[in-house]
């Protein structure tokens, strides 16, 4: 894909165009009425992947899409919109997960997880 601007050529940006470019691609690509990514929860507004996103037949494209671009943000020192999960950042970096990973994510399943009487019947 090529993406192209047009710049009148007044003045210097300072990275004010390119800030503002990763942003607003970022705040729409990470969208979550596109089925890419969804909330973590209903108090917690992290992203992660949205288990329902093979609904779309091209999902796999539009991921490597945004990966690409949220890499060149972080190559530029560009801010994007939103967050990921805790997990979400661990699997990026092959980091091993944690039970603990989930409190990030929801702390009431968390809490169910890892009371005794669950762990009793695990």
């Not at 004010?16 to 969804?38: D, I, K, T, V």
């Not at 991921?63 to 994007?80: D, G, M, S, T």
Request: net charge negative.
């Amino acid at each position: 894909a090529v993406v192209s601007t047009q710049s009148t050529g007044e003045g210097l940006d300072y990275g004010g165009l390119a800030r503002e470019w990763f942003f607003l691609l970022s705040h729409e690509m990470l969208n979550p009425m596109y089925c890419l990514f969804e909330y973590a929860s209903k108090n917690n507004y992290s992203l992660q992947l949205n288990p329902a996103s093979y609904i779309n037949p091209h999902h796999l494209t539009y991921f490597k899409f945004v990966c690409r671009v949220i890499a060149l943000a972080l190559f530029h020192n560009k801010y994007i919109d939103k967050g990921f999960t805790l997990p979400f950042y661990k699997r990026i970096l092959d980091k091993p997960l944690t039970m603990l990973d989930l409190k990030s994510i929801d702390e009431d399943i968390y809490t169910s997880y890892s009371a005794p009487d669950y762990m009793s019947y695990h």
